[in-house]
């Protein structure tokens, strides 16, 4: 009876003895029955022909290391007819023939496969007292049963990196359940197609903008709606704008030296500006020795490219990615690089600097012995990057003309940058925001295209596709910008599902959600582990 209430999951055992060696438990056991039943014509049989020993892992017990040893029985079947003359009785409920793990220890497994991945089980496995391989683990995942995939009728679809760049695959939801279900090894219209042809029944099929998937989702559900994702159709319009961006180098250069040269004029009288905090600590020289090495890189650009060289031979050539020689391309002057954000670590102390330079002490050295012991805990370059840069400007204050507005150029937003400041709706930005805004909006193709871009924002947010023809024919007409004119195209040529994106409650957003989960997973087995393997714990840990 004590032998039930320590070991109660024991039905039809019998323990013999329990030896203890270090940190190990070895429990002794035998079958209590003293007949078994023939697995192949099921008919019990009393005859014992001989008996041997099993040794399967099982639970840890009180945190020690579990083995147990069967001892198991041969028996003879005593049906004539049947086609087995020997059997060995089945221990069903505790252990599979062959197995080396009991049923209950390999479920435990499993579930710390699915949650942990190979590796990091392995290490939980072995401080509770079941260690085991990283191989078992995974073994334990890829044996177990796929989940039924019941029907589904809204799906959203989206493609994830098996790697980046390389391979990807494809993720389906139930967006209803808000449930991953499915996982497919690539992104073609081909499998999606597959997949739906073998799973009928989906009404509504929400997807990003691919042309594959619209493919995939017309051959294998024609029934289906199919809804453009508003996420893309927004991201699409806002990387639109910076591309007009882009294109308008020059007219955008114009506008920041204009708004620039107006602040500065204002606030001339305040001779002690630049050693307000400021974000650019670097000297202008090594500013421009950067500028220029782009800015040659850029001219380079444009001459391989006049003279017939592909995006991809340019890219390769001047060892550069292909997205910045597309850039490059597409700006009609050499585009200016962003300003640097954030904040310095010298910031705090920038008082103190000032008034030591102030009162005379002007070599590097010094000054950041004497911030040092004020706590300052930057290195010394950065002070001396400082000090560089007020000297510059001492010496060409001292010839009387300011290097701020003639040899260095006006930094300038990236296109990124000012696209988010178009975006947004004018309320919503900063006193000097506005301004900037304002002043690009001069250049008429910009002003153009932000205004159509707005109004295709109304469309998505407000959910509502009054106007959108009008809309469509303005975009897509000769006097567009160019870079509204192709998304109006690409628009023109999804338009349904365009449309039902402006009607439909039913999105993506979850699913992208899903996609980041699935990276966690992924890159909790450092990104190595082969699609198979990813699916099974992905889709068992959902
Ligand atoms: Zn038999």
């Known amino acids: 009876m004590p032998d039930l209430i320590v070991f109660p999951k024991i039905h039809g055992l019998k323990i013999q003895r329990m030896l203890q060696d270090e940190n190990h438990l070895l429990i002794y056991l035998q079958a209590v029955d003293s007949q078994a039943c023939c697995p192949e014509c099921q008919q019990n049989s009393h005859r014992i022909h001989s008996r041997y020993t099993r040794s399967p892992s099982d639970l840890p017990c009180f945190g020690q290391k579990t083995q147990l040893i069967l001892q198991v029985r041969r028996f003879v079947c005593i049906n004539d007819t049947c086609n087995r003359k020997i059997f060995t009785e089945r221990l069903n409920d505790l252990i599979q023939p062959y197995a080396r793990t009991t049923l209950r220890l390999s479920k435990v497994q499993r579930q710390i496969g699915f949650l942990l991945g190979g590796e990091p089980g392995k290490k939980f496995s072995s401080f509770i007292g079941m260690s085991c391989s990283a191989d078992t683990l995974l073994r334990r995942i890829r044996a177990s049963s796929r989940r039924d995939i019941t029907s589904v009728r809204v799906l959203g679809v989206d493609d994830w990196a098996l790697r980046r760049g390389q391979r990807y695959g494809t993720i389906l939801c ?11 090894p690539d992104r073609t219209s081909d499998s999606l197609e597959n997949w739906l042809v073998s799973h009928p029944g989906v009404e509504i099929i929400s ?5 594959e998937y619209a493919k995939g989702a017309a051959q294998g559900a024609p029934q289906a709606i199919q809804v453009a994702d508003r996420w893309h159709l927004v991201k699409n319009a806002r990387e639109t704008l910076q591309k007009v961006i882009d294109r308008h180098q020059k007219q955008v250069r114009e506008s920041v030296k204009l708004l620039a040269e107006r602040e500065s004029q204002l606030s001339s009288n305040q001779p002690l500006d630049y050693m307000q905090p400021s974000n650019s600590s670097t000297p202008p020289n090594t500013e421009n020795i950067s500028r220029n090495k782009k800015r040659m890189m850029y001219e380079q650009i444009c001459e391989l490219h006049q003279s017939g060289m592909s995006i991809r031979k340019i890219a390769s050539q001047l060892r550069v990615g292909r997205r910045t020689v597309r850039r490059y391309l597409r700006a009609d002057a050499f585009p200016e690089r962003a300003k640097r954000s954030g904040p310095s670590c010298l910031d705090p102390y920038l008082d103190e600097l000032k008034s030591m330079w102030e009162s005379g002490v002007t070599r590097a050295t010094v000054l950041w012995e004497r911030l040092k012991e004020l706590g300052f805990e930057g290195s010394y370059s950065v002070v001396n990057r400082k000090v560089a840069f007020w000297r510059k400007i001492m010496e060409v204050s001292a010839d009387g003309n ?7 150029p006006v930094p300038q937003p ?20 506005k301004k900037l805004v304002k002043e690009l909006l001069q250049t008429p193709m910009i002003f153009q295209a932000t205004q159509l871009i707005h109004e295709f924002q109304t469309f998505i947010q407000q959910q509502n596709s009054a106007g959108w023809d009008n809309w469509l024919e303005r975009a897509c007409s000769e006097d567009a910008p160019i870079d509204i004119c192709r998304f109006g195209k690409s628009l023109k040529r ?15 957003g979850q699913v992208e959600g899903q996609v980041n989960r699935l990276k966690m997973v992924k890159r909790q087995m ?3 582990a082969s699609f198979d393997l990813l699916r099974a714990r992905f889709l068992n840990t959902a």
């Open 402 to 408: 300011s290097i701020l507005h003639n040899a260095q």
């Open 174 to 184: 139930d967006l209803e359940k808000r449930q991953v279900i499915d996982l497919l």
């Open 494 to 508: 999804d338009e349904e599902a365009v449309k039902a994106a402006m009607e439909s409650i039913w999105s993506n």
């Open 526 to 528: 450092y990104g190595r």
């Open 414 to 433: 990236s296109s990124m940058c000012l696209s988010w400041l178009l975006w947004k709706p004018i309320d919503e930005l900063a006193r000097n925001e």
């Open 207 to 211: 997807r990003d903008r691919g042309g």
